[in-house]
């Protein structure tokens, strides 16, 4: 098996789910009582989100560039991040990483071709919502995205940062979501909805979404749980 090394901590929540469903993935894939070996590096999703604030995407690249390497020197054969929006200058990160990258955005838009979908809703903090980074590998290869309004935007923005991102997930915000996702269905035509952020999965663990859900976590984890059983 080759040996992932995954950038955590942004948030933790979502690393956990990360590291839960790459090992118990990997042993269902494979038949057998066996876990694979990886590293995680944690890094600080306040400080992340510090630098996107003040569009220091130069800082942030080498921030997440030094976690790579890092990774690299512990003996990983690959590496991720396990969060969309650091995913704002993964492209630079991989074009200069000592090990091949696996992009979380990569992996949904695969997945979004595969069920053949035309329009997707994409909901994440602030910079995924109203970044082209995340937009535009779905654009060019035909599938449209659309965003929440401005107020519903900056309403999922501090849900994120001020709930899910401490592990908090309340009804009420769960309900809220469920009524954005079903405006722009109504409205923007959107056939699913993407969970754009790593931390979305937990307002729907026990109540879905009401159109199909892209879940890039799991397809994150798919896509990784694939490159470490490659032959």
Avoid: W
Wanted: hydrophobic content about 45%.
């Amino acid at each position: 098996m080759k040996k992932l090394g995954l950038i955590g901590g942004l948030g933790p929540e979502s690393t956990m789910m990360y590291y839960r469903d790459i090992v118990y993935g990997v042993k269902k894939r494979l038949g057998r009582e066996a876990f694979p070996n990886l590293t995680v590096e944690s890094l600080d999703v306040f400080r992340v989100l510090e630098m996107c604030g003040a569009q220091d995407y130069e800082a942030l690249a080498a921030y997440l560039g030094g976690a790579v390497e890092q990774l690299a020197a512990a003996g990983a054969d690959f590496a991720a991040i396990s969060a969309n929006t650091p995913h704002i200058v993964f492209d630079d990160v991989a074009a200069h990483a000592p090990v091949p990258m696996v992009s979380i955005i990569d992996a949904a838009r695969d997945e979004t071709l595969r069920r053949g979908y035309a329009r997707v809703g994409l909901l994440g903090t602030a910079f995924t919502m109203e970044g082209a980074f995340f937009r535009e590998p779905f654009e060019r290869a035909g599938v449209s995205v659309a965003v929440p309004t401005e107020a519903e935007r900056a309403f999922v923005a501090r849900r994120i940062s001020g709930e899910l991102e401490q592990g908090v997930v309340r009804r009420e915000t769960t309900e809220a979501f469920m009524r954005i996702i079903e405006r722009m269905a109504r409205e923007d035509g959107i056939e699913a909805v993407v969970l754009g952020c790593t931390e979305l999965p937990l307002l729907f663990s026990q109540t879905p979404p009401s159109i199909a859900c892209l879940d890039t976590v799991q397809l994150h984890v798919q896509a990784l749980v694939d490159r470490i059983l490659e032959d």
